[in-house]
């Protein structure tokens, strides 16, 4: 369906969060850097949320909290100290870091502050060892200009990043301690872009600019965007972790399929007279229903000592399937809510059955135990009595949320572009001073010394490059956009390859790579770097690029010799190649002899089918020509 999104009235703010490439992280000497073998220590924490200054307690805070949940945390002693251990108060706050964020506040036409205080920003979910996230403003207000658009920025923050996700088993969550405190820069706009495109195309700027200093991180977790979107009589909703900026129009777009969706189904409720005094937490247990079932879920959790359960929905027939976003309908958050709340695997509903194994006459006879009406639905939970109860408590809170539109929420991003719930939206009762940092002060000094190492913006860095390196403006825009700009140009520097070969195969061949599912955010930079070293030496070939770095995805840590070595792309010789050559030329004796000087893309051909990977084509076409010419055949 087509959506007029000025005519809708969408409103989108973006907030983008990348990692500083600073020596040390934010608030201690450790490496900023994430660990490769396995952890030295491990401890456990519970987190509780607290009351602001005023008695509040933050939703989202309580939310996390209700999950009760122990926290299992991993570290080692190169990635992380006492700091994130909690253990230890934080130390100074990187200047390094600072300024990093001060670079971008000009770049972004943004008006410094003239101290940086440091923030606590409760944080339950684990991610934090303290239960906060530290942050501070290093700027306000600025601009970017976007297709001849001015888009107003708010601040620029600088935070620390939390601690990295490892799983979750039961009741435990476990974390990395590595990545917590790692510097992080925040960019957030006015909430004045309205179109899923447009959304994108500002993201994509405000991320040239970061990279233009040349002091951002880039590879898995080190850039996430936060979307908050909102339309007339819907919900501002937060979209939390779009790691990938080509995401960014997609997310827009579901969510605001989703919200509509959700007013449309609000309207039929109501068209149906439905009342949310109706609603209420009447369960069943309908346990008999299920004694014979086929369905594998209910057998496993009546096995486990558990109950099945049941709540009508009076008026919601036919809603809950009603589908918000691709594999996304009301049903289905629903689902969501009875995870978080009731810690159950999902639930069924009437709208979907019969199927999954529960036959007609099982529906017939809960709806019968239910009292259910044609135009009632009925939703179905199999768990232990405790935890079915809490998620018909969820169902039921969620169905009343339905009748109102849409609920403010914070959602996450799946990999396809559409969300899942995650937690209430945070209230105002989050924040509060740092009392263990001392304030820095933003000297005129400071400034000057930070606006005369400002880098240059893209537009002039992408015709540099096309004048300095000889790229078209198509691939100088790419190689400017990508996250390797600042490696493209020592490369291009440092080695004789050429450097649209190597703007190619930072840009296209990266891309193509992702498409196809490697994961080319775990290559390290000084891997990149020896290919492209090895590339200039001879002693590998460019035609193996794609492979070496697909191998390179699959082995944290290793070598790009061991990649050659592993994937028998160990470069020819010249001695070999024109062995290859000479048999190659004395098969095609006849070729030769009928197409005279027209025989050379030919055997190129059949020679290159040979040592593709292993050669480079530039040095088997000169073999190659030089053998024929001696033949006084080219």
Not at 166 to 189: F, K, N
Not at 291 to 317: E, N, Q, S, Y
Not at 512 to 518: I, P, T, Y
Request: proline content about 5%; overall charge negative; glycine content about 8%.
């Amino acid at each position: 369906m087509a959506v007029d999104y000025a005519k809708l009235g969408l409103k989108v703010g973006l907030e983008l969060h990348q990692q500083l490439k600073t020596a040390a992280k934010l608030f201690c000497s450790c490496k900023p850097e994430l660990r490769l073998g396995e952890p030295e220590l491990k401890f456990m924490r519970r987190l509780r949320p607290t009351q602001s200054e005023l008695g509040q307690v933050d939703p989202a805070a309580l939310f996390e909290f209700q999950k009760g949940r122990n926290v299992i945390y991993e570290a080692d002693d190169v990635t992380s100290c006492l700091v994130e251990l909690d253990e230890e108060p934080p130390h100074s706050l990187n200047q390094e870091a600072v300024d990093i964020c001060l670079t971008v506040a000009q770049l972004i036409n943004a008006e410094p502050v003239d101290e940086v205080h440091v923030m606590r920003k409760i944080v339950i979910d684990g991610s934090n060892t303290t239960g906060f996230q530290r942050t501070c403003i290093i700027a306000l207000g600025g601009f970017v200009d976007v297709d001849e658009k001015r888009v107003p920025i708010q601040t620029t923050c600088l935070e620390e990043d939390a601690a990295r996700p490892m799983g979750i088993e039961g009741a435990q969550v476990h974390y990395s301690i590595d990545r917590l405190g790692i510097p992080l820069i925040e960019v957030a706009t006015a909430p004045v872009i309205h179109s899923p495109k447009e959304a994108e195309t500002v993201a994509l700027v405000i991320g040239r600019i970061l990279r233009a200093t040349g002091k951002m991180r880039r590879g898995i977790g080190t850039i996430r965007q936060d979307i908050n979107i909102s339309i007339p009589d819907g919900a501002l909703i937060e979209i939390k972790g779009v790691q990938k900026l080509e995401l960014v129009s997609k997310v827009v777009e579901y969510e605001v399929q989703r919200q509509l969706g959700l007013l449309n189904i609000s309207k039929e409720l109501k068209a149906r007279s439905c009342d949310e005094r109706d609603l209420k937490e009447d369960f069943t247990d309908v346990t008999e229903a299920f004694r014979d079932t086929r369905c594998k879920l209910i057998r496993d959790a009546l096995g486990k000592g558990g109950v099945v359960m049941a709540v009508r929905l009076p008026r919601f027939t036919g809603q809950l399937g009603q589908e918000l976003q691709p594999n996304l309908r009301l049903g289905t958050e629903m689902a969501d809510r009875a995870r978080f709340w009731g810690r159950v695997g999902g639930l069924f509903h009437t709208d979907e059955l019969p199927g999954y194994g529960i036959d007609a006459g099982e529906v017939d006879e809960v709806r019968k135990v239910v009292e259910a009406k044609p135009e009632d639905a009925v939703v179905i939970v199999a768990d232990k009595q405790e935890n079915v109860v809490d998620a018909l408590k969820a169902v039921v809170e969620r169905a009343r949320e339905a009748l109102f539109g849409v609920p403010e929420e914070t959602r996450g991003p799946n990999p396809d572009g559409t969300t899942r719930y995650m937690r209430p939206r945070p209230g105002a009762a989050r924040m509060y001073p740092e009392t263990d940092i001392p304030t820095t002060l933003v000297t005129e000094e400071r400034l000057t010394r930070v606006k005369a190492a400002v880098p240059e913006l893209p537009e002039r860095m992408v015709t540099r490059f096309m004048q300095e390196f000889g790229l078209n403006r198509k691939l100088a825009e790419q190689v400017v956009a990508s996250e390797y700009l600042d490696l493209f140009e020592r490369l291009a520097g440092e080695t004789r390859v050429s450097a649209s070969v190597i703007a190619v195969a930072l840009t296209e061949t990266m891309k193509s790579l992702e498409r196809e599912g490697v994961e080319t955010g775990k290559l390290a930079d000084n891997q990149v770097t020896e290919v492209f070293k090895l590339i200039d030496t001879g002693l590998m070939a460019k035609e193996s690029i794609p492979e070496v770095f697909t191998w390179l995805s699959k082995h944290e840590g290793s070598s790009v010799q061991q990649a050659l070595e592993a994937l028998g792309l160990k470069p020819f010789t010249r001695g070999e190649l024109e062995a290859i050559i000479e048999k190659t030329i004395a098969a095609e004796g006849a070729v030769m002899k009928e197409k005279g000087l027209k025989a050379m893309p030919y055997l190129m051909g059949a020679v290159m089918r040979q040592v593709r990977g292993k050669a480079d084509a530039k040095v088997v076409n000169q073999i190659l020509g030089e053998k024929l010419r001696k033949r006084g055949g080219y």
